[in-house]
């Protein structure tokens, strides 16, 4: 790997294109790649064989913007990773610590409508913290849609953790109580420990959050529709025997 191939070599990669209307899995080709951080330009570091080397000095974390197009729409989508070298020369190895999408900007993630509005804003607002990269913001966030949660059921203790265990002792299932304390232990850590979870992490916690919104507002919410089309066919059964 030449010092240029680092940061310039234009490539290819099989990826789920992030265009709702598209959305397939695809294969992608990158257009643009330079480091914006800590300055702007194309290469990694300098030194370009003997004659002329670039008066540029090594960098050994820095970040860098991708332009990727996708091959079936032909639309761009652009990228920013923060990455880091460890080892030199031929023992180089450059490690992505974070990527985010910036263009198209991904859509939060969403509740369904069974779930109580405070809940689900609350949720929606942790997920735009999450897509903008703010993991202990997105923590909090997560956290205090699962606070919501536990008032809307009607827990009042003042922790969390009382809330949680309240709903426990009127018999919700175990599985949302795990769900739930895992989001809450998250939450604790953002909130207490300025603990940033990783994108891996967080993408649990908002699916234990939608788990145990599922469980507690859609279930009980199709039961209740589906007993009440039950109810009308049998009334209009009864009309028109
Ligand atoms: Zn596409």
């Not at 030449?2 to 265009?19: D, G, I, N």
């Not at 509005?117 to 997105?138: C, D, H, P, Q, V």
């Not at 919501?148 to 009382?162: I, N, P, R, W, Y």
């Not at 009440?228 to 028109?240: I, M």
Request: contains cysteine.
């Amino acid at each position: 790997m030449t010092e240029q191939e680092k940061l310039v070599s234009l490539q290819q990669r099989r990826a789920v294109c992030p265009y709702p209307d598209c959305a397939t899995g695809t294969v992608m080709d990158m257009v643009d790649q330079r480091m914006i951080a800590p300055e702007s330009r194309e290469y990694a570091f300098g030194g370009f064989g003997d004659e002329g080397s670039l008066p540029v000095h090594p960098h050994s974390s820095w970040t860098q913007q991708e332009c990727w197009v996708c091959q079936l729409c032909g639309r761009s989508v652009l990228e920013v990773i923060e990455c880091k070298q460890t080892g030199w020369g031929k023992d180089a190895r450059i490690e992505e610590l974070t990527r985010l999408v910036l263009w198209p900007s991904p859509p939060p993630r969403v509740l369904p409508p069974d779930v109580p509005e405070r809940i689900r804003s609350a949720y929606e607002e942790a997920s735009r913290a999450e897509n903008a990269g703010a993991a202990r913001l997105a923590g909090v966030g997560y956290r205090s849609a699962v606070e919501e949660l536990c008032k809307d059921q009607g827990a009042t203790h003042h922790t969390l953790h009382g809330k949680i265990q309240e709903l426990a002792a009127k018999g919700l299932p175990a599985d949302v109580i795990t769900a739930l304390d895992e989001t809450r232990v998250v939450g604790n850590d953002s909130v207490h420990h300025g603990v940033a979870y990783s994108a891996e992490e967080l993408a649990d916690i908002a699916e234990l959050v939608a788990e145990a919104a599922v469980l507690l507002y859609v279930q009980p919410a199709q039961r209740r529709r589906m007993a009440e089309s039950r109810r009308r066919r049998h009334e209009a059964a009864q009309q028109n025997p």
